[in-house]
């Protein structure tokens, strides 16, 4: 007999309720700091996201662009979601973290705003390792950020800092 608190994870996660057509609740501490509960999702399926995301004042540099240091968070962020994008959140998953362990952003043109578009896709996964390629485009579709992401599931029952 499994004791029923076996499914739940060890801590809140207030951000997995979301409203319809949003990408993310509130409460998701990055999330919240980029403003991803106001995100819209433009397609979703078993991994793949596509989502018009915006640029808070808060993460502008002086010229009015996204600074180039916030952008990993966005990517980061994004990358986590894609993986579990379509999917059931069944109690097996409530038990992983993902972890990332690399992470390569190339930046081609500046995100202005107050609008773009990331476009971000499940390429591998094997074993315990996910790698996930992000992308965002400008109002025009041009393309300005190119990311690459990898991630390693731990379980949650792990200690933290235990590879």
């Known amino acids: 007999m499994s004791d029923s608190s ?23 501490p990055a999330g919240d700091f980029l403003e ?21 004042d808060r993460v502008k540099n002086p010229r009015g662009q996204l600074f180039g240091g916030f952008t990993p968070t966005y990517v980061d962020l994004v990358a986590l979601l894609t993986v579990r994008a379509g999917q059931p959140r069944d109690a097996r998953r409530a038990r992983v973290w993902l972890a990332t362990t690399n992470m390569r952003v190339d930046y081609f043109e500046p995100i202005v705003g107050p609008a773009f578009v990331i476009d971000s896709r499940l390429v591998k996964q094997r074993g315990r390792i996910r790698f996930v390629e992000t992308r965002f485009f400008d109002p025009e579709e041009t393309l300005a950020v190119f990311a690459l992401t990898t991630m390693r599931e731990v379980e949650l029952s792990r200690p933290l800092g235990d590879g």
Do not use: C, D
């Not at 409203?19 to 609740?25: A, S």
């Not at 991803?36 to 808070?56: D, F, I, S």
């Open 36 to 56: 991803a509960y106001e995100w819209q999702v433009l397609e979703e399926h078993a991994g793949y996201l596509r989502v018009r995301a915006h640029v808070p």
């Open 6 to 28: 076996e499914s739940k994870p060890s801590f809140p996660r207030p951000w997995m309720t979301r409203q319809p057509g949003r990408l993310i609740g509130k409460g998701h």
